[in-house]
């Protein structure tokens, strides 16, 4: 069976392996495999060095496997798992997500730390990431690989360490003591609305009266119901529960109501209504307060269609 990173099954999900005791995002197409920005200070330089080398050592006689990613020849590549960590204390964005070698590799996540998502691509996909994170029982995962570069032997002269590496580039070697000069880190992530799609599907199976937060819609506050919230907190983001009553969601505050999200053209709060009356008629979402609004996070942005009962 050949080593080289494929497609993701279409009927591919999200799973937990309590052996392993990690959550998996099934493997994307290489072709939209998504670079990573490695962090160049000596800690996570030396862990991803580390990390690639170990790899690569563990392919013993194998070696490195090719990946077809549209290009006119194919890539050598070293496929690998790595974890992904939401990093909240980072000073930077709050949102940001790191890269790390897996749980095997002991210590703690941030001790693992090799690289982090590019801002860009925390848009679309940053939200579902956190939310797996906070949703799976164990560390959460995905493919990836690490692209590699073999060494010419004329590279290095008599006196010189291949271990000093050049630029960004580090240099491993393999069982038959062929050098490589690793490349990128890329993630065979998702497009961002199978991934949504993916982690909405998890969230059903392991909490499902949670609406996760990934899409945003502004809605009216009830009278006097900002004023009221204010009183009880300072918080800017909070829980809430949704409730149908009738033919009417309502977000409320604990025992305080908000807000009715009325399922209009405009609001697209169809598809919640329809998901919290199958939870029987209450949910826990995710909203916040910004500059005299009400924001609420639910699963799906589209309308239904005329004559739809579902997503």
Partial sequence: MSDRPRAADPVGSIQSDPEARITMIPAADPAFAIGVGLWRESKPRETFRSFAQDQLSRRRSSGPAAVDRGRNDDSTVLPVVVQLVPRPDNTYNPDAISIAAPPAYGSTDHDRHMAYMYDRHLVSLGGALRSLVALSPFPVGCHAFIELDEAELDEFDAESDPDEEDGDALV????????????????????????????????????????????????????????????????????VTLRTEGDTLTAYYGDLPLSDLNSTSQDYFDRTMLQVRKTGGQATARAEEHQGSLKVFVEDSRPLTEGSTDR
């Fill in 172 to 239: 491993i070697t393999d069982e038959q003591q062929v050098a490589y000069w690793t490349g990128q880190l890329r993630l065979l992530m998702p497009r961002w609305d199978r991934l949504q799609e993916l982690t909405v599907g998890y969230a059903r199976e392991v909490r499902p009266d949670l609406i996760l937060p990934f899409i945003g819609h502004w809605t009216s506050w009830r009278p006097g119901s900002r004023a009221a919230l204010a009183n009880v907190t300072q918080e800017k983001s909070f829980d």
